[in-house]
């Protein structure tokens, strides 16, 4: 999952984006020290109603609202 919404306030929520720091490996070479596991971070990267969110997500996943 690329995407998750957090409620924020009142009837306004969020869209998160995870992505990865510190993502320096390949399948065909797994990490070898802890420095090199990738960290999760989830980015805030739209807010509004949950309909709102709903469909943002549908247009930059699939494309369409």
């Given at each position: 999952m690329k995407y998750k919404v957090q409620f924020l306030q009142d009837s306004i929520y969020q869209v998160v984006e995870r992505t990865y720091?510190?993502?320096n490996w390949t399948a065909?070479?797994?990490?070898?020290?802890?420095?090199?596991?990738?960290?999760?971070?989830?980015?805030?990267?739209?807010?509004?109603?949950?309909?709102?969110?709903?469909?943002?997500?549908?247009?930059?996943?699939?494309g369409y609202m």
């Open positions: 720091e510190g993502f065909t070479q797994p990490p070898i020290t802890i420095k090199d596991i990738p960290t999760e971070i989830w980015n805030p990267v739209f807010q509004g109603t949950l309909p709102e969110c709903e469909a943002w997500i549908n247009l930059h996943e699939k």
